[in-house]
């Protein structure tokens, strides 16, 4: 069973910045969807940004547009999402998941219930 890797959450003042780090461990297909999702307290799992890997399409969510940036290195097999500006709000488990490249060429972006494996999670305290 393939199971994606988080890291790089931790705690950080309002403002500032992390970077959290996907890899898919023996998933190497270069063409497959990755994407970010958080669980904050008490609310439901919601979708963060996706991409599709060695492509150029990506999608952010509305509520970290301007402040997160999803980006790959094809390379290293990994994704990242660039954190900036971060709020109270942000607090949550950070997980990566990942599915193959859709027949069209594209990826189902953060319909999350469409995505094939999933990692544990970081968790991203603002504080």
């Known amino acids: 069973h393939l199971q994606l890797v988080e890291s790089g959450g931790g705690s950080v003042r309002p403002g500032g910045s992390l970077t959290l780090s996907c890899v898919a461990p023996?998933?190497?297909?270069?063409?497959?969807?990755i994407g970010w999702f958080r669980r904050a307290p008490g609310k439901e799992r919601e979708g963060v940004a996706a991409i599709l890997f060695g492509g150029t399409l990506t999608s952010i969510a509305d509520s970290v547009k301007g402040r997160f940036t999803i980006s790959e290195d094809n390379a290293q097999n990994t994704v990242y999402l660039q954190m900036d500006s971060l709020k109270a709000e942000d607090t949550a488990m950070y997980y990566c998941?990942?599915?193959?490249?859709?027949?069209?060429?594209?990826?189902?972006?953060?319909?999350?219930?469409?995505?094939?494996?999933w990692g544990r999670g970081t968790q991203v305290t603002v504080s």
């Open positions: 998941a990942a599915h193959e490249r859709l027949g069209n060429g594209g990826c189902y972006g953060m319909t999350q219930s469409r995505y094939d494996y």
């Open positions: 023996g998933y190497t297909s270069s063409s497959k969807c």
